[in-house]
């Protein structure tokens, strides 16, 4: 052997001897205090690195097309349920033209419909037509007012003007025994008599 001092391997300095109690390994850096506001009175200064603002311009981006995601997936839902609302009514006018059609193939519903609007009659039917005071005919939603009745004047019920008739039955008025005067002949023509 070669002399007896031997130089150390690698691990085995003061960073990896290992000593009776002491663990191997890294050594632990100090803990040191955290003083939330230096003794001066003035609030500690947070550091914004670059890293932070990397993050929050990311977050931002992130943000914004998220949010314009968003938008265009509300609006395309609102589209949809316009358009199946729309699907919706356009099957139910499908259903009743379907009808409509079947109704066209009844014979007799052809024939009501030729009365109604050509005014076609059978033969030996005696056909008529409503005329207004214009002497046009008045179509179906045209109607004819009663040119007695005043809009503003209240008309008594049918039952008041039967009630009424009734109590004047009851106290007839005196006739009197002269004629009226229309009927008085002058004096110098002879009357006929009629037997």
Avoid at 29 to 44: D, I, L, M, Y
Avoid at 139 to 145: A, F, I, P, R, V
């Amino acid at each position: 052997m070669r002399g007896s001092s031997r130089t150390p391997s690698r691990g085995l300095g003061p960073r990896g001897s290992t000593r009776p109690g002491q663990r191997t390994g890294r050594a632990r850096a100090p803990q040191t205090a955290v003083v939330p506001n230096p003794p001066s009175g003035r609030p500690a200064r947070t550091r914004f690195t670059g890293r932070a603002a990397i993050l929050v311009l990311v977050m931002a981006v992130l943000m914004v097309s998220y949010a314009s995601s968003m938008r265009a997936y509300l609006e395309q839902r609102a589209h949809l349920s316009d358009l199946r609302a729309s699907i919706d009514e356009s099957r139910g006018n499908i259903e009743q033209l379907k009808r409509e059609k079947r109704r066209w193939d009844d014979p007799a519903f052809v024939e009501l419909q030729a009365r109604q609007r050509f005014g076609w009659v059978l033969p030996g039917e005696i056909g008529f037509q409503v005329i207004d005071e214009a002497g046009q005919p008045l179509t179906e939603g045209d109607s004819l007012t009663d040119p007695d009745a005043a809009p503003d004047v209240d008309r008594p019920e049918w039952w008041e003007t039967a009630w009424e008739s009734v109590e004047v039955a009851g106290k007839p008025e005196k006739v009197s025994q002269r004629p009226p005067a229309d009927r008085i002949e002058p004096p110098g023509k002879p009357r006929k008599l009629i037997r």
